[in-house]
């Protein structure tokens, strides 16, 4: 079994002050120019994001990640608006200013050099990639690893204390065109291309990913690992034992759909029952 022993827990430690991090996901509702905007005001959208902070971070989750996840459909990369960033740039301000607590960007979809941008105007230790080597089929079309543009971007904005975290075999999409190559050797090439940690997640948002993929991924690389997707109380304990970590969100929210607020009794029961797994 892989064990939180075998990996290098640095880049975690290094944001979060702690070996085993659990971060809350901040669901953004639809930004203006996404299609599922209705005129909501851009205050009201900032509440919403910042009521969900609270919550997370007052039921004791270490840090947050901040995604557009309300612009469905999700554009692919170079068709993402200014907009985007400008917007979620303020959330991002506000909650860190609010909270204090160490966040991630995520920029649907797949979209690493706004992320990077967003996370220096709004002081972001860290940004989420879902495809950041090779390439795959995702639901928005063909999606290509954009870590060499994404790097020197980061590098052009003097940005290098703002980590990657690079999901392995990501969810919500085919991965024919690597079927020739095991995920192991996906999950090292992460790695060779400087990702800081890695993710592994399930099939689809609220899917887990199984024990077998968390310790072949895990096996696989010297980085910290985390889960992605589909972390509940049920199976928190089991999951830490392999990881260094966990970014949780729909079991957090009003009947455990990922579109509703934020519960903050379930953020607490959620982190008592990690509470034994996340050592001193």
């Known amino acids: 079994m892989q064990t939180i022993s075998d990996n290098n827990s640095s880049a975690i430690r290094e944001i979060f002050g702690t070996d ?9 509702a639809p930004f203006p120019g996404a299609p599922r905007y209705r005129g909501t005001s851009v205050d009201a959208i900032y509440d919403v994001a910042m009521r969900d902070a609270e919550a997370l971070i007052e039921g004791g989750l270490h840090g947050l990640i901040i995604e557009n996840h309300g612009d469905i459909p999700f554009s692919k990369p170079d ?15 506000r ?21 990077f941008a967003i996370a220096m105007a709004g002081g972001a230790r860290f940004i989420r990639v879902n495809q950041w080597a090779n390439a795959y089929v995702a639901n928005e079309g063909f999606m290509e690893g954009r870590a060499a543009e994404a790097m020197r971007y980061r590098s052009a904005l003097r940005a290098e204390h703002v980590k990657v975290f ?9 991965h024919a065109i690597t079927a020739d190559r095991s995920i192991e050797e996906l999950t090292r090439d992460l790695a ?7 993710i592994a997640t399930g099939q689809r948002t609220g899917n887990s990913a199984t024990v077998e ?7 696989a690389t010297h980085l910290p690992l985390l889960v992605g997707s589909g972390v509940t109380k049920d199976n928190i304990l089991e999951i830490l034992k392999r990881t260094n970590g966990v970014i949780v969100a729909s079991s957090l929210k009003e009947g455990g759909v990922w ?15 990690a509470r034994p797994g996340l050592g001193a």
Do not use: Q, Y
Not at 20 to 28: E, F, P, V, W
Not at 95 to 115: D, F, K, S
């Open 20 to 28: 085993k991090a659990l971060i809350g996901m901040i669901h953004c």
């Open 79 to 93: 068709d993402i608006g200014p907009e985007t960033s400008a917007f979620m740039s303020v959330v991002a301000d």
């Open 95 to 115: 909650i860190g200013r609010a909270t204090g607590v160490p966040m991630g960007i995520n920029v649907l979809a797949n979209a690493p050099i706004p992320a």
């Open 166 to 174: 690079a999901d392995s075999h990501v969810k919500h999409g085919a």
């Open 192 to 198: 060779f291309f400087d990702a800081d940690v890695i």
């Open 213 to 219: 993929e968390i310790e072949t991924i895990g096996a």
């Open 259 to 273: 579109w509703n607020p934020v519960e903050l009794a379930r953020v607490k029961a959620f982190v008592e029952a």
